[in-house]
């Protein structure tokens, strides 16, 4: 799997917070003004849902969410943690 | 008698066995706890011993790990006993939830089995004299030292922190929210009994005094910079869900009583029950109990599938249903006339308890200023052309 397949599903999650603003890949997503304080809480539930993985205590880290690609690149190392474990059971 | 809809077998019974329960070992006793402002040892030992305060914990720790609907019924039926009661549930849970979700496995082993058999008891500790609804008002400071962290500053009105054995609480390390697991007996921690509350009487407040209070390095629970925004957050989430429901019960506690009192008493040769005014206020708590109930179940299941919705889900349901209890218990006083304004009445109780329900796990102008946020965002989720236009 690329790093590039889960950015249209997050910019999609993320589009209901930002409106008409248009977010870069690199924008720091916490210094837009346009999140509230329930925001962290709705992001790790969907990144959970949406990519099956479990974001534990290690990975609450502000560079694993600040930004659309800090958040693919989460995606994209958990992905890999889980199918590598899948595939040594 | 609103009906429940979606109930599995399982969780009927399960309400079943907290109603009865409730009936006999926590209704009978309410008033009396709350006038002594304390719940006894033993109705603790009992509640324990029955498997009540590992609701929230994990069964691989020995806890119920009860799905979300199961774990809001829990609450309700004894929201509608006693909602000190209800309250333990509601902090101990917080803290179970929060060491489950964002504890190391050295914190999960040590806390998790004692939270399930009462071992030990949690409670949450974020309210200052200076930060109550603006929780980044958070004075608290943490600093690192070589045998773990120095904590310093004052936590108020903090539920059953009379009786914990562990606190998570919340404090500033290098400037960053962060919350950590201190337990009662922490060198610095002074715990001091709160009394004279309005309502949730029973519910053992104190405030605590941390002056240079040692803790070990395992304190720490969670990252640095993520004590308010994922650990307290998805806390206060699950105590919200659990007030929320609470407050159905204390709704449905309001309406049965009123049932009662209005088909007995009678005035101008009739009961109660046969003046239309009377029938007014009956079936606005009827009408409105169920819509409370409705929109916990629908949190409940939201929550059960880990939707992004259950969050705005649970605020509506703890409005609607805070609401609901404080207007049901005034409408259940006057029902009840000057009995329900006499000592020891439990419809008295309830309006006290009720008003309590607006204050905590975000008041109820908090609410309204969120709910009203999140309409926006839902608007602009929808197409243009599915907006209504003039
Ligand atoms: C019985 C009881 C038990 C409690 N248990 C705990 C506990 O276990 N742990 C814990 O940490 N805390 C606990 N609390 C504290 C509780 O969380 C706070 O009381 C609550 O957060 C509100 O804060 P405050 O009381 O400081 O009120 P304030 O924040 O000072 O607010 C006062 C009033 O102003 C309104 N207001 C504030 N800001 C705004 C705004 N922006 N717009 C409109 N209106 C606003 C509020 O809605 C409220 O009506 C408890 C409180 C009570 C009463």
Redesign the interface.
């Known amino acids: 799997m690329t790093t590039a397949d889960h950015k249209p599903q997050i910019l999609a999650f993320l589009a209901q917070f930002f409106g008409e603003h248009r977010l870069t890949d690199d924008e720091d997503i916490f210094a837009t003004g346009f999140v509230n304080s329930l925001f962290i809480m709705q992001l790790v539930l969907f990144v959970e849902g949406e990519f099956d993985i479990t974001v534990d205590d290690d990975d609450l880290e502000m560079a694993n969410f600040n930004t659309v690609r800090a958040i693919d690149a989460l995606v994209t190392r958990k992905r890999a943690a889980v199918g590598a474990a899948a595939q040594h059971s | 008698m609103a009906i429940r809809v979606q109930l599995t077998e399982r969780q009927a019974a399960a309400r079943e066995e907290y109603e009865s329960f409730t009936r006999q070992a926590v209704a009978p006793h309410a008033d009396a706890w709350d006038r002594a402002e304390r719940l006894p040892e033993e109705f603790l030992e009992e509640f324990a011993a029955r498997g009540l305060l590992g609701a929230a914990v994990p069964a691989g720790y020995g806890g119920a790990e009860l799905d979300p609907i199961t774990f809001g019924l829990l609450n309700e039926e004894l929201g509608r006993g006693c909602s000190s009661v209800r309250s333990l549930v509601t902090v101990h849970g917080m803290a179970s939830y929060a060491v489950a979700r ?3 496995d050295r914190q999960r082993e040590h806390w998790l089995p004692r939270f399930a058999t009462g071992g030990a008891i949690g409670a949450f500790a974020l309210t200052e004299p200076g930060a109550g609804s603006d ?1 980044k008002a958070l004075r608290t400071t943490a600093r690192r030292t070589d045998d773990g962290f120095r904590l310093t500053g004052q936590k108020r009105w903090i539920t059953f922190g009379q009786r914990a054995d562990v606190y998570l609480l919340f404090a500033r390390l290098d400037g960053r929210e962060a919350a950590f697991l201190v337990p009662r007996d922490a060198p610095g921690l002074t715990v001091r009994p709160v009394t004279g509350m309005l309502g949730t009487k029973a519910s053992m407040l104190a405030e605590l005094s941390l002056v240079d209070c040692l803790v070990a390095p395992e304190a720490l ?3 640095p ?2 004590g ?3 650990v307290a ?2 806390a206060l ?1 699950l105590g919200r869900y659990s007030v929320a429901w609470g407050c159905v019960g204390l709704a449905q506690a309001c309406l049965d009583a009123s049932l009662d009192h209005a088909d007995r008493r009678e005035t101008f040769g009739v009961r109660l029950r046969d003046h239309q005014l009377v029938q007014r206020m009956i079936a606005d708590m009827a009408t409105g109990t169920a819509a409370a109930r409705l929109l916990c179940q629908q949190a409940g299941w939201l929550r059960q ?4 919705e ?2 705005h889900a649970t605020w509506l349901a703890k409005y609607h249903a805070s609401r609901t209890a404080f207007r049901s218990a005034s409408d259940a006083v006057q029902v009840h006339g000057a009995q329900g304004c006499g000592d020891g009445h439990p419809v008295q109780r309830y309006l006290r308890d009720a008003k309590v329900m607006e204050i905590i796990e975000g008041s109820t102008e908090l609410q309204q200023t ?1 709910i009203a ?1 999140s309409a926006y ?2 608007r ?2 929808t197409t243009p052309t599915e907006r209504v236009t003039a």
């Not at chain 2, 599938?305 to 992004?308: E, G, L, P, V």
């Open positions: 964002w504890g190391g929780v629970l969670g990252r910079g993520f308010l925004a994922a957050a998805s989430e599938d880990r939707s992004t259950s969050l969120t946020e965002h839902s602009t989720r």
